[in-house]
């Protein structure tokens, strides 16, 4: 890893939430999730080692986005398009969603969005799965420290290592998520990738709720069942950015807490078990991932990261269209072109609408 930690201690993902969703804008967000959470569901046996199945505790218990009426006119065109996608999705009405959900205060909701085949997984078992059947199939893995790149002309020639080796390869990829800006500037290249520290949360009720999806609120509020509790928070943008894992007991009393006894008048009395901090991988260009080569006009450079908050939920697919670059020079399956390195030359930054 670039910042001289080996291993996956501060790694992102056995830090995220685990959510999978296809409720997007943008068509290639939702083509991702469409590939990406089947491959998920049928995990466990295509990263099968010697019979066992590699389970990730894939959960199919659905995602709800709710908006307030300011909020109406983006939720539905972003659910038209979701439909004509092919997602199942629900269009939901006050009255339907306190049907649906009891427990839920929608006296300042407009409506909401349900994608019952949607849901969470176990990031770090996932991790873990990847990586298990990727040794298994011959992979190398090293947990040397990369200290930076020697390139020529319009080619990264080699890597050099913190041990004072060095690799050589024909195509180099960044995918270093939360530093992949500090990789960027071993070939003299800034890129609009910052560390966004974010908080996951878990917390009881002290009152039974129905059984519940994974919900998203108009205040970027964000949790899930976990467990006899529930996992999640309140991430913000207004985060300072900067490699700071510390946290902060104060956020979830004074922030968290009050956004959920809004939501859900049984966590009037609840009070936070554990939290750990992560950081987001947040492009500030635009909020998506960066995907391809190009950055510094170096051809064999690939940009895999600025995904700012949706690797997980998007990295099957991502994985593939990275390979279909790297063997054939084009994208085979689902176009990514528009998220490239040529929109931040050309300034126009492609962003989501209603999402958070």
Request: net charge negative; proline share 7%.
């Amino acid at each position: 890893m670039s910042n001289g930690i080996s291993g996956y201690q501060f790694a992102s993902t056995p830090r995220a939430s685990g959510g999978v969703r296809r409720l997007f804008s943008l068509p290639e967000n939702i083509e991702l999730s469409n590939f990406s959470i089947p491959f998920f569901e049928e995990f466990p046996t295509t990263m099968a080692l010697n019979g066992e199945p590699a389970e990730i505790g894939f959960k199919k218990n659905g995602y709800l986005f709710i908006v307030p009426p300011t909020g109406l006119g983006v939720l539905k065109r972003n659910f038209d398009r979701q439909q004509s996608m092919g997602c199942n999705v629900i269009w939901l009405e006050p009255d339907a969603l306190h049907e649906k959900f009891p427990s839920l205060n929608v006296s300042d909701l407009g409506a909401g969005v349900h994608s019952p085949d949607d849901g969470w997984l176990d990031p770090h078992s996932v991790l873990m799965g990847f990586r298990r059947k990727a040794a298994a199939m011959g992979t190398h893995f090293t947990t040397d420290e990369v200290t930076g790149l020697e390139w020529s002309g319009n080619v990264v020639r080699s890597a050099k290592l913190g041990s004072g080796d060095q690799v050589q390869a024909e195509h180099f990829v960044n995918a270093a998520g939360a530093w992949a800006k500090h990789v960027c500037s071993m070939v003299d290249v800034d890129a609009p990738i910052e560390p966004l520290r974010r908080f996951e949360h878990y917390f009881e009720s002290r009152e039974p709720i129905e059984p519940l999806p994974y919900i998203k609120d108009p205040e970027r509020l964000a949790f899930r069942p976990e467990g006899r509790g529930y996992s999640g928070g309140l991430p913000t943008l207004a985060e300072p950015r900067g490699f700071n894992f510390d946290v902060d007991t104060r956020y979830f009393e004074t922030v968290v807490w009050p956004a959920l006894a809004h939501r859900f008048p049984q966590f009037d009395q609840t009070r936070c078990l554990s939290t750990i901090a992560g950081l987001y991988d947040q492009n500030d260009f635009d909020g998506n991932v960066i995907i391809g080569p190009g950055a510094g006009g170096l051809d064999n450079f690939h940009m895999l990261s600025g995904f700012s908050g949706h690797g997980l939920m998007h990295v099957p697919g991502c994985g593939r269209a990275m390979a279909e670059l790297i063997l054939s020079g084009r994208y085979e399956t689902i176009d990514l072109s528009r998220f490239g390195w040529q929109r931040l030359i050309d300034g126009t930054p492609l962003r989501e609408h209603g999402i958070v």
